[in-house]
């Protein structure tokens, strides 16, 4: 016969062990949480993103042919915009610094934005060598961007992002 201050130790254990996984998946460190965040943005993944992003309304944040994002909102409208309009997103990391004080964390990192989009019947795959800095933070125990600014790694003169393309996001505020 189980006693049942056994049983209930026993089912602590179990309910423990089975919620473990779940949690264990979140990344735990500021790296872990960048190259989530890289993944779930080649992946499409706006939910895991979305997570992942700090929401505050007035975190700025600044891409590449002058587009800026003030808030949680702006930025949700321009990855949508982005995903709708590429057939496939390739994001390999080519290196990555992360520097962390306490609460806070720094990146520096390299990364090729590898895009394809339907180009009449063929697929047009655009390669974007990017910089990319920024900013997290630990809140409740997770890692969350609050804001990062990326640039490219050599001149695009004439380029693909050179001027800002109808279909973008929202335009850059003065």
């Known amino acids: 016969m189980i006693y049942p201050q056994f049983r209930a130790w026993l089912l602590i254990f179990l309910f423990s062990s089975i919620a473990t996984p779940v949690i264990a998946s979140e990344p735990s460190d500021p ?3 960048v190259r989530r965040m890289v993944r779930a943005n080649a992946e499409k993944d706006l939910p895991t993103l979305s997570r992942l992003m700090a929401h505050d309304a007035d ?10 994002y003030v ?10 915009e982005e995903f709708v309009n590429s057939q496939r997103l390739e994001l390999p990391i080519n290196e990555l610094k992360v520097w ?3 609460d806070l964390a720094w990146y520096a990192m390299e990364l090729d934005y590898i ?8 697929v047009k795959r655009t390669v974007l060598p990017m910089r990319e ?6 809140r409740k125990g997770q890692w969350q961007l609050l804001s990062w600014h990326e ?20 335009p850059a505020r003065q």
């Open 59 to 68: 975190i700025i944040s600044y891409g590449v042919a002058g587009r800026k």
């Open 71 to 80: 808030g949680w909102t702006e930025l949700e409208e321009g990855m949508r």
């Open 115 to 122: 895009r394809y989009v339907a180009d009449g019947s063929d």
């Open 31 to 33: 790296e872990s949480a």
């Open 133 to 138: 800095t920024g900013v997290l933070e630990r």
């Open 151 to 170: 640039s490219f790694r050599s001149a695009q003169f004439g380029g693909p992002l050179a001027t800002q393309p109808a279909a973008s996001s929202s």
């Open 100 to 102: 962390t004080k306490g």
